[in-house]
């Protein structure tokens, strides 16, 4: 399983640059490392989101009290936040041969279809 907080956080550090995850290019033995993290027949799922789906789930975490610091940091500065959000997904693509989801309105029955569609895999929650 290749953890997604490592993931985050380098979507993160390249967020910050201009030209986003292209950035990598220019640091080869970090590149040779992501590529590594991922071995023959392991099957990567990133979730997507658009910037107005972020910003209100992020509004509904607020409400709720379990807001974060990251959640504060992507809202203040939405050009910035799409940016790394961008990263994760191209990184996530690029790197590790993901399949992406559009994640903006599914349910929790919905996303485990999606994900189930993307594994080839039969649905595992119950229904």
Not at 13 to 37: F, H, K, N, S, T
């Amino acid at each position: 399983m290749v953890s997604h907080t490592a993931l985050r956080l380098l979507a993160l550090v390249l967020g910050q640059e201009r030209d986003g995850w292209i950035a990598l290019g220019r640091r080869p033995a970090l590149a040779r490392a992501l590529r590594a993290v991922a071995p023959p027949g392991t099957m990567v799922v990133v979730l997507d989101v658009a910037p107005e789906t972020r910003r209100r789930r992020i509004a509904a975490r607020i409400q709720s009290g379990t807001v974060d610091p990251f959640d504060h940091y992507m809202l203040a500065d939405p050009e910035r936040a799409e940016r790394i959000e961008g990263c994760l997904v191209e990184l996530a693509t690029h790197y590790l041969n993901a399949t992406v989801i559009g994640n903006d309105d599914l349910d929790d029955a919905a996303l485990e279809g999606e994900l189930a569609r993307a594994l080839g895999a039969v649905p595992f929650l119950p229904g």
